[in-house]
């Protein structure tokens, strides 16, 4: 099946810092890519979509200047933490997919903690 | 606005019983549903994938029935094993932009 790579696994930071999780499909054409949050005992929850060239369309209530997407190739998308913080911290997860309606495929996730 | 609703939050059983994991959706307008397993801090493995069209989807000792018009799906796991413990979570796939729409979870321990 498709593979979705996500770096890195865990990272953890001083706060005011900035933190660069990227999300690779590494055996198709990733030409929608979602960002998801999971705080503690809380569901996934969608962050941001983003297409292939185009800006990110991000969820209500969540800050864009904040958590910069790029989504520059087919197979690479990044999500980047400016001047993280302690609330930050959370497990952060991407999904990719090819065609509309196709299978959504996982990267395994990141766990970040803000100190 | 789509709500997916899981019950239990958590269950415990001994090796070898079947239990089956509950899953609600609000909006019976889906593309698709999928049932997943979370194993501790790591990321999301599909385990079945249903179509809006199907009614259910079997692999292995797994098996996922989906019935649209009531808003329920349900992960039927036979003859548990202390390796299926995991979050199992329902996720419901509706509109355009495809992105998918999560339960909290259903956290199953098997105890051996």
């Known amino acids: 099946g498709a593979v979705v790579s996500q770096h890195p696994s865990r990272v953890i930071c001083k706060s005011g810092t900035s933190v660069k999780i990227e999300c690779r499909s590494l055996?198709?054409?990733?030409?929608?890519m979602f960002w998801y949050r999971q705080f503690p005992k809380q569901s996934l929850m969608l962050m941001a979509t983003s297409n292939e060239g185009s800006k990110a369309t991000y969820e209500q209530g969540v800050e864009k200047d904040k958590f910069l997407i790029n989504h520059a190739s087919l197979t690479l998308s990044t999500l980047t933490v400016t001047s993280a913080h302690p609330e930050d911290s959370s497990f952060y997860i991407c999904?990719?997919?090819?065609?509309?309606?196709?299978?959504?495929?996982f990267g395994s996730g990141t766990q970040l903690s803000v100190l | 606005k789509q709500e997916v609703t899981q019950i239990p939050a958590a269950l415990s059983v001994p090796e070898g019983e079947n239990l089956v994991l509950n899953c609600s959706f609000t909006?019976?307008?889906?593309?698709?549903l999928q049932w997943f397993r979370q194993d501790p801090g790591k990321g999301l493995t599909s385990l079945l994938l249903?179509?809006?069209?199907?009614r259910e989807q079997t692999s292995g000792r797994l098996n996922a029935s989906l019935d649209k018009s009531s808003g329920r799906s349900t992960l039927y796991i036979a003859a548990s094993q202390p390796g299926d413990s995991a979050t199992y979570l329902c996720?419901?796939?509706?509109?355009?932009?495809?992105?998918?729409?999560f339960g909290k979870g259903t956290k199953l321990s098997v105890k051996p």
């Open positions: 909006d019976s307008a889906i593309y698709n």
């Open positions: 999904s990719a997919r090819g065609a509309a309606n196709e299978k959504l495929f």
């Open positions: 055996d198709f054409q990733a030409t929608t």
């Open positions: 996720a419901v796939h509706g509109g355009s932009q495809g992105n998918l729409i």
């Open positions: 249903i179509q809006s069209s199907q």
